[in-house]
């Protein structure tokens, strides 16, 4: 079955540090993989997806991710945390037909200045 | 263009009471997935309509029922409530099927006394 693994529940960073949230699947095949971000009592936004080709994407808000497919990981990056950052993140996968979004438990982040 | 959008913001529901969720795709996207996320967890694949037909569903009960309308807005409709169905019901839309992004409305707070 697919699982979506994020290892880390909560990270503290200090604005303007550089920021790294981890994310591993579990999929046969390479599925299609995208980072969500919501803010407290909010929906999801997307941030960035991956379906093929460049395994470096770049998304909204100066986050960019890397697909690693011998690691099977999905890790979300951004050079320089502003305090806007905080809220929870999540990495999902889909197969590449159906649209089943699984997700993982998400990261909260916390910016502290 | 307006985003997706979903009725009502908050709602309280009493046990064995049933409840009607409401959502409005983005303009052009043709199908319509529900989420449920409960309190400090990843949002839970409910169901999927695509040209008015459930296509796809994830582990809920059949008291979790759907519909899809002609301009390809969606209910969800839950009945029998039970205190572990409060949580945050996510609908997403999408165009042809899943093969695309989603995007996230607000989400509609269900709480069940």
């Known amino acids: 079955a697919q699982s979506v693994t994020q290892p880390d529940i909560h990270i503290t960073v200090s604005e303007g540090a550089s920021l790294e949230l981890r994310c591993n699947y579990s999929?046969?095949?390479?599925?299609?993989l995208f980072w969500y971000v919501q803010s407290p009592g909010q929906g999801l936004q997307l941030l960035l997806k991956y379906f093929s080709g460049d395994t470096l994407v770049q998304g909204i808000k100066g986050f960019e991710a890397e697909f690693k497919r011998s690691q099977s990981s999905f890790n979300l990056r951004k050079p320089s945390v502003h305090w806007s950052d905080a809220a929870e993140y999540f990495c999902?996968?889909?197969?590449?037909?159906?649209?089943?979004?699984?997700f993982g438990q998400g990261t909260e982040l916390s910016v502290k200045p | 263009d307006a985003g997706v959008t979903q009725s009502p913001t908050h709602l309280i529901k009493t046990r064995g009471q049933q409840v009607t969720l409401r959502c409005s795709p983005k303009?052009?996207?043709?199908?319509v997935s529900w989420y449920q996320q409960a309190l400090g967890q990843g949002p839970q694949f409910i169901f999927q309509y695509y040209e008015e037909e459930e296509r796809q569903r994830g582990n809920f009960p059949d008291r979790f029922s759907g519909h899809q309308f002609p301009n390809y807005s969606s209910e969800l409709n839950v009945n029998a409530l039970l205190l572990g169905d409060s949580a945050l019901y996510l609908c997403?839309?999408?165009w042809g099927r899943g093969r695309n992004e989603q995007y996230f409305g607000p989400g509609t707070r269900l709480t069940v006394t």
């Open positions: 997403a839309s999408s």
């Open positions: 303009s052009g996207h043709d199908t």
């Open positions: 999902a996968v889909v197969r590449n037909q159906g649209g089943k979004l699984i």
């Open positions: 999929y046969g095949a390479t599925p299609y």
